[in-house]
């Protein structure tokens, strides 16, 4: 079992950034893939990004070029740095694990307005 805690959500105005933190209960150097999703009010949940195995990574299209998925595995934990983020963007955003067992994080809500 792993616990995955996510922090660093918040209100931030359009144009800006913000870096979710998903800090987990062990080591994630064994959790071969890790990403974030996103819920929307009254939307299904979004893939946003993954990180794949030594560090390969992908994006949903509406996120490309603006946000970026890492990870630290001395820290055990995964990062995404958000930036030029857009009304569009406000959501809850849930890490998750994967090493033969899906693990979600509690979520953290990400507000986007001026």
């Known amino acids: 079992q792993v616990q995955l805690v996510e922090s660093g959500g918040g209100l931030v105005q359009p144009g800006g950034s913000l870096r979710l933190s998903c800090a987990a209960s062990?080591?994630?150097?064994?959790?071969?893939?890790m990403g974030w999703y996103r819920q929307a009010p009254g939307k299904e949940r979004e893939w946003v990004a993954g990180n794949v195995g030594a560090g390969h990574t992908n994006y949903a299209d509406s996120v490309k070029g603006r946000f970026t998925i890492s990870r630290d595995n001395a820290k055990n934990t995964l990062y995404l740095q958000m930036d030029s983020l857009k009304p569009e963007d406000s959501a809850v955003y849930y890490c998750y694990g994967d090493d033969g067992a899906r693990y979600w994080g509690q979520g953290t809500q990400v507000t986007v307005s001026s």
């Open positions: 062990k080591s994630i150097s064994s959790i071969y893939v």
